[in-house]
């Protein structure tokens, strides 16, 4: 083949300029350290690289979600221990009620005392985390626990009892009530708020946080379970508890005909010492919801455990996929250099001599 | 007998061819570097004889210049001009899907896709661990816009990628035409110089190049007639015939949004280029990949279409890919009920709708006839939830403000490997990507191999046609000295007749 000057010059340049192509794309891996700038550079790597970033970005999530479930669980965990305290504070106090050798304003005293760790349990059911009340169900941003009085009759002869709702509901409505109170009266209150009373749904109102593919973590301790339900709940207890301190020996309750309504009132007589059981219910309670709590306090600790695993897994294979390798990249890049500069060295010496610098 | 000056004669004939040599070297070594030029040599040959001598021996009579030629190899020419086509559609094609790429990547950059749907993903769970709190609406919304107007933003680049395609056609066609134009008046001069016996090396060399950058712009089948003129024919249409160019024309198409359609101007035809830049703008412009051609921009508008119909119907009713709203896995946004205690507001919509109004559109047209109005271009959030975040359906019954059950269903949705027939958003996007990496990958090695081949032929052309300053002054050396030897031959000459009239004494 007949080669040229021109052709001499244009190979060179056209080699030249493939080698600067190799050393340019050889110094972006080495400082961007990504092995693509573009998708086309390697379609593989560009399309596992979003998987492994999504993958990265749900762990990131689902670390946050149960951090979230975590702080939420610690601070019910708490309020549970505080209540548990309580109950406990309440149980001593009655025992030492009971004993028989108090003055009647040694029991007034410690009446007032529980009438106190009676607020102070409320108080403990509406703990909140970040303003959203714990025990409440899915009715985060209204207190769950409040007292209210209900009244009847006119003017004048008035009667009313203390009772507790959740969630606007009456918990106690069936409670005892000091018998001194207007049986027909109390009668008319409970007919008259029998709609309101407080009944737990037939779906729990489980809160989940998304603890991993496909997992979640139900966060929360709805209000009922931990007071319990029926006669025994702990405020009927406490109720039973103040009326017995208050000197009473036996307390009324309505009695209802087949469709709900109150027909009457009952009077059941009972000891202080009779209701340290129905304390140790109301404890055994809180100790089962903190049991459970306390599970998946666990769970979500192991979760969080295997999400920060797979969050160093997944961020290296992220890594691997789409990182240079700063070894074989600064090698690469030293070679396409040399490459190079080699070429142009030879390039410059090539195309200046012709037979015109021997004549 | 010789006649007296037959040597002197002789002699002169050779100055004057080695003189015409010298000064065709001297062109050739001036235009070394001009592009198309190819270099050309004196042909010359023996005078026959004019005088027998002795009966016998036949006296030559010196040399003459029969003509100069240029070399050129037509064939590479011809190789060229195919491989000028092709390269030149490569290289278009490989530069716009580059281009699209940057448009449409998610491996380089950080506002992508990817991150802007996880954004929105987690928004969601934010919102389901919370869904009393105004401000994790709020963000949800916000990443709703998000993803809206990521979709907007690509879907008008793709749009306007397209609008430079369609300008470009107009470009090659005006260059097409140009080139016809100056190639036709370059043959007529070709034909008259031919007649008249006037060099038309130069002109022929002029004509070739403009060939060439034809070649780059269509396909073109180029035949040279005996008169040294070309006719220059686009898939069997002559475009060029001796000193005649036929023209094309655009005309606004408004069966394709008003995009150029080529047209021949004498006949009206359609015109079809077969291949090269013209080609690859037509394609990138409109295919939209249906017909086994290279996917052009169309294809990549219609799947973020797609992308945006499938995600607004899915999150909106929980309608996946392939079902209908009777077998629907899922009550989607619209099964949700609002902080407001409404249900069946939508969330995603188009200019800004009211869910109401897409309501009346689902149940006059049916579900997929509404959604089909839903394009990347005009997705939206409904206005419903535009102006209130309240309407975002996170409970799936009333029940309280913590309810999210419905949140929790739309995030195991967008999770859904069947909400697309190809997997999961994430995984019809990828799939976006990874046929348009895989094009453009394709795109650029056919360029690569398209360029080298047209390099290679080129230096074969080189090789043959192109000045080589080396042999220029080989050849220069060559005649100077043959220049210098007739000279002499003429001072020879000289002394020898100066010897003969010497011998007449006139004084005698």
Redesign the interface.
């Given at each position: 083949?007949?080669?040229?000057?021109?052709?001499l010059i244009?190979?060179n340049l056209?080699n030249i300029n493939n080698n600067m192509k190799r050393y340019d794309e050889a110094s972006q891996r080495l400082s961007t350290q990504?092995k693509?700038?573009?998708?086309?550079?390697d379609?593989q790597?560009?399309?596992q690289?979003?998987?492994y970033?999504?993958y990265v970005?749900?762990i990131d999530?689902y670390e946050?979600?149960v951090s979230?479930?975590s702080s939420w669980m610690s601070v019910t965990e708490g309020a549970l221990s505080d209540l548990q305290d309580v109950v406990q504070q309440v149980r001593d106090y009655v025992e030492q009620g009971a004993n028989g050798s108090n003055t009647s304003s040694d029991l007034s005293n410690i009446k007032a005392d529980v009438q106190q760790l009676k607020e102070t349990a409320i108080q403990t059911l509406n703990t909140s985390y970040?303003?959203?009340y714990v025990f409440?169900?899915?009715?985060?941003?209204t207190a769950p626990y409040a007292e209210t009085t209900l009244t009847t009759g006119s003017s004048g002869s008035t009667t009313s009892v203390d009772k507790v709702t959740f969630k606007g509901k009456i918990v106690n409505l069936d409670g005892p009530v000091s018998t001194s109170t207007d049986s027909t009266d109390y009668t008319t209150i409970y007919n008259n708020n029998i709609s309101n009373v407080y009944t737990s749904?037939s779906t729990k109102?489980s809160?989940?946080?998304?603890s991993g593919f496909g997992t979640?973590i139900t966060v929360n301790v709805e209000g009922q379970d931990v007071v319990g339900q029926g006669s025994d709940n702990l405020f009927n207890t406490l109720d039973k508890v103040l009326l017995g301190l208050g000197g009473d020996t036996s307390y009324q309750t309505v009695t209802t005909d087949s469709s709900g309504n109150a027909t009457g009132t009952t009077t059941t007589s009972f000891t202080l010492s009779g209701l340290l059981g129905d304390l140790d219910e109301c404890l055994d309670r809180i100790s089962i919801a903190t049991t459970g709590l306390g599970a998946r306090e666990s769970s979500a600790e192991l979760a969080s455990d295997r999400l920060s695993n797979d969050n160093t897994t997944y961020n290296k294979l992220m890594s691997n996929n789409?990182d240079v390798d700063s070894a074989e990249a600064t090698t690469e890049y030293s070679s396409a250099k040399t490459v190079y500069e080699t070429s142009l060295s030879a390039a410059a010496k090539a195309i200046t001599k012709?037979?015109?610098d021997y004549? | 007998m010789n006649a007296t000056f037959t040597g002197i004669n002789i002699a002169t004939r050779g100055l004057a061819v080695s003189q015409a040599s010298i000064s065709v070297t001297t062109n050739n070594q001036s235009n070394a570097n001009t592009t198309g030029y190819s270099r050309q040599v004196v042909k010359q040959n023996a005078v026959g004889a004019a005088a027998v001598y002795a009966g016998s021996a036949i006296l030559g009579n010196g040399v003459q210049v029969t003509s100069v030629d240029q070399i050129r190899d037509t064939r590479l020419d011809q190789r060229y001009w195919q491989e000028n086509t092709r390269s030149g559609e490569w290289s278009s094609e490989a530069s716009a899907l580059t281009e699209l790429e940057s448009v449409l990547d998610d491996s380089s950059s950080s506002n992508t896709f990817s991150t802007t749907f996880n954004n929105f993903y987690s928004g969601l769970e934010d919102l389901e661990n919370n869904p009393s709190d105004s401000s994790t609406r709020t963000s949800v919304r916000s990443y709703g816009e998000a993803i809206c107007q990521y979709l907007n933003d690509s879907s008008s680049r793709l749009e306007d990628m397209r609008k430079d395609e369609n300008s470009m056609v107009k470009t090659d066609v005006d260059e097409i035409n140009s080139y016809a134009r100056q190639i036709a008046d370059l043959n007529a001069a070709i034909s008259g110089g031919a007649g008249s016996g006037a060099n038309i090396n130069s002109l022929k060399d002029q004509r070739n190049v403009l060939i060439d950058k034809l070649s780059n712009l269509t396909g073109i089948i180029v035949t040279t007639t005996k008169t040294d003129s070309t006719t220059i024919s686009i898939n069997g249409t002559i475009l060029v015939d001796g000193g005649d160019a036929k023209e094309l024309t655009v005309i606004q198409d408004s069966s394709n949004d008003g995009m150029y359609k080529i047209q021949w101007k004498d006949t009206g035809n359609d015109f079809t280029p077969a291949g090269g830049e013209l080609k690859a703008a037509l394609d990138l412009r409109d295919s939209d990949g249906s017909n086994s051609t290279n996917k052009g921009i169309p294809y990549y508008i219609n799947q973020l279409n797609k992308f945006a119909q499938t995600l607004a119907k899915a999150f909106n009713e929980g309608v996946l890919a392939g079902e209908t709203s009777a077998n629907a896995s899922y009550s989607g946004h619209a099964g949700g009920e609002t902080a407001n205690n409404t249900t069946g507001i939508r969330f995603f919509s188009y200019n800004n709708t009211s869910s109401g109004d897409l309501k009346s559109e689902i149940s006059s047209n049916g579900m997929d006839a509404a959604y089909e109005k839903i394009t990347a271009a005009n997705i939206t959030l409904s206005s419903d939830i535009e102006d209130d975040v309240n309407n975002i359906a996170a409970a799936s019954s009333s029940g309280g403000s913590s309810n999210s059950d419905n949140v929790s269903q739309l995030i195991s949705l967008l999770k859904d490997s069947k909400m697309f027939n190809s997997g999961t958003p994430e995984d019809f996007y990828n799939s976006i990507i990874s046929t348009l990496s895989t094009d453009s990958a394709t795109a650029q090695r056919r360029e690569s191999n398209a360029s080298s081949t047209v390099k290679s032929i080129d230096d074969q052309r080189t090789s043959v046609s192109g000045v080589d300053s080396n042999e220029e002054t080989a050849n220069l050396t060559k005649y100077q000295s043959a220049y210098t030897a007739c000279a002499k031959m003429v001072e020879v000459w000289n002394e020898l007749l100066q010897k003969t009239i010497d011998m007449i004494d006139t004084t005698a």
């Open positions: 083949m007949r080669i040229t000057n021109n052709m244009s190979n056209w990504r693509i700038g573009l998708a086309s550079d379609p790597v560009a399309t690289a979003v998987k970033r999504n970005s749900t999530q946050k979600n979230a479930a970040a303003g959203r409440g169900g899915y009715s985060t941003d749904g109102e809160m989940k946080y998304n979640q789409e012709s037979l015109l004549i | -």
